[in-house]
């Protein structure tokens, strides 16, 4: 079983629509959940960032964990043509030293039409 | 704004060439990364580095070595290029959060 599983899509939906990204995991000790944006031709950037269970919002965005199903979720509000890219979870059991590991899903590839 | 400056955005090589990746990061950051992207295997950790001169294993660092002589600039080696290294090459640095990373634009390698 791979320890991030990422539905690589592609998801095409309309502008204005609500979206769901979703990443499943089967490391228990992940404690640590981020969403990274990445367009076209250029390097990923965070979005999201949080830790342990729960629920984090940021505008439009809407990050949810629930570490007893091993299941993670971005949620895009009122999605925008600017919102198409790839979305990329990742996840670490740890946040320093030097044997953290940050493990990312293979990425999601979103597209809004206007 | 940090800013992480890949030297090469677009490189092709021939098999069997020695290949310099350099990337130098602006905002006096400890941690630096070299990561490469490809379709459907997403991205794949080669080396870090934590500190200057110190440097870590990654998940796939075969054919590929590092350098961290100065704090800002973070370089991968390809001792011996080969056609199964031709990818997109991304990389990163973080702060005292390891895990907040910065990324470069990539420098997109071709080896033919």
């Known amino acids: 079983q791979k320890e991030v599983e990422q539905d690589p899509g592609p998801l095409s939906v309309p502008e204005g629509a609500i979206v769901s990204l979703n990443c499943t995991y089967s490391n228990s000790a992940f404690q640590y959940f981020m969403w990274y944006r990445q367009y076209s031709r250029k390097g990923p950037e965070l979005l999201m960032y949080?830790?342990?269970?729960g629920n984090k919002e940021d505008g439009r965005f809407t990050a949810q964990v629930d570490k007893s199903s091993k299941y993670i979720s971005l949620f895009i509000r009122d999605s925008q043509p600017s919102d198409s890219a790839t979305y990329l979870c990742?996840?670490?059991?740890?946040?320093?030293?030097?044997?953290?590991?940050?493990?990312f899903g293979k990425g999601t590839l979103l597209t809004v039409n206007p | 704004d940090v800013k992480v400056t890949q030297s090469s955005r677009y490189l092709v090589k021939r098999t069997g060439e020695k290949v310099f990746l350099e990337c130098v990061q602006d905002?006096?950051?400890?941690?630096m990364f070299w990561y490469r992207q490809d379709p459907g295997l997403g991205l794949r950790l080669i080396y870090f580095?934590?500190?200057?001169?110190?440097?870590e294993k990654g998940d796939i660092p075969e054919g590929y070595s590092v350098s961290r002589e100065k704090k800002e600039r973070f370089s991968l080696i390809l001792e011996s290029a080969s056609t199964n290294q031709t990818s997109m090459y991304l990389c990163?640095?973080?702060?005292?959060?390891?895990?907040?990373?910065?990324f470069g634009e990539g420098s997109r390698l071709t080896v033919l």
């Open positions: 580095s934590y500190d200057v001169k110190m440097k």
């Open positions: 949080t830790y342990s269970s």
């Open positions: 990742a996840m670490s059991a740890n946040s320093g030293g030097s044997n953290y590991k940050l493990t």
């Open positions: 905002m006096d950051h400890e941690n």
């Open positions: 990163a640095s973080s702060s005292t959060d390891p895990l907040w990373l910065f």
